[in-house]
């Protein structure tokens, strides 16, 4: 538990989090049990790392899926250099270096984030009383996830940090991914989706970004059940998950007798 609270650049739910934990180590032990490693060393944190078996990521609850996501990201790939966090005085319509999985999310996961969007959306405001930043895997859930509800919550973490380019970033993207009319016929829109791929972070350029965003949420709002669309990012190249599920093992097990 204390390990989780080092993270400085991610938010980690504090509400049920001990359910999640337990899940994890519980498949990584066994996973390192069935392979016939029984000098496991719980002080590495490998658990924390560890993907669940596509059978227990199916059974988890909107809950521990959610909180798994937040911990446990399942890409990998060998170019780590293009994963890199886009970070200067400007405002960028992406958080990496190109159009690739945010936050390193699996499909499987990705998949199952979008089918408990609603339940989700309530996590996230569960946690956001207890945030005093906005993490990156947090960004990151609501550009995904397309999270136009959480707008008034991003712009009260401006008023706080209004220098925070990344939060004007977050907004750009979240209207992008939205398809918000009024952002995609603005220079802004043509400037940062065009040649050049980012603005100045500029007092006008933010103020301009806030306004669209408000307006963003206000008509998105007065519409009866809308529903976010789904963003398909089209990746230049395959990256491999670690882990889709555990190998099929044959396990010897004991016959232990009852002294009498």
């Not at 204390?2 to 993270?7: G, K």
Request: charged share 30%.
């Amino acid at each position: 538990m204390n390990r989780l609270d080092q993270y400085k650049f991610k938010n980690i739910p504090k509400i049920s989090r001990e359910s999640t934990l337990r899940i994890l180590m519980r498949e990584y032990y066994i996973d390192k049990l069935v392979a016939g490693n029984d000098t496991l060393n719980k002080n590495h944190y490998y658990a924390l790392n560890h993907h669940l078996s596509q059978k227990s990521l199916n059974s988890l609850t909107s809950r521990d899926l959610f909180n798994s996501c937040m911990i446990v990201q399942e890409y990998y790939s060998q170019t780590c250099g293009r994963f890199a966090r886009l970070k200067s005085t400007g405002i960028f319509g992406i958080f990496y270096r190109d159009d690739i999985p945010l936050e390193y999310w699996s499909p499987r996961q990705i998949n199952l984030l979008r089918k408990n969007r609603k339940e989700i959306i309530g996590y996230v405001d569960q946690m956001w009383s207890d945030l005093k930043f906005i993490g990156d895997n947090t960004k990151d859930l609501l550009v995904e996830l397309i999270m136009w509800e959480q707008i008034p919550n991003i712009l009260k973490q401006i008023e706080i940090s209004p220098e925070d380019n990344s939060l004007h970033s977050l907004l750009v993207q979240i209207m992008m991914r939205a398809k918000f009319t009024t952002f995609e016929a603005s220079t802004i829109c043509e400037k940062i989706y065009g040649p050049k791929r980012y603005v100045a972070g500029t007092e006008e350029n933010r103020t301009a970004i806030i306004e669209m965003a408000k307006k963003c949420f206000r008509d998105f709002n007065e519409v009866p059940e809308y529903v976010a669309p789904i963003y398909v990012k089209h990746s230049k190249e395959e990256i491999i998950t670690r882990k889709q599920d555990w190998p099929l093992k044959k396990v010897e097990t004991p016959i232990f007798k009852v002294k009498k």
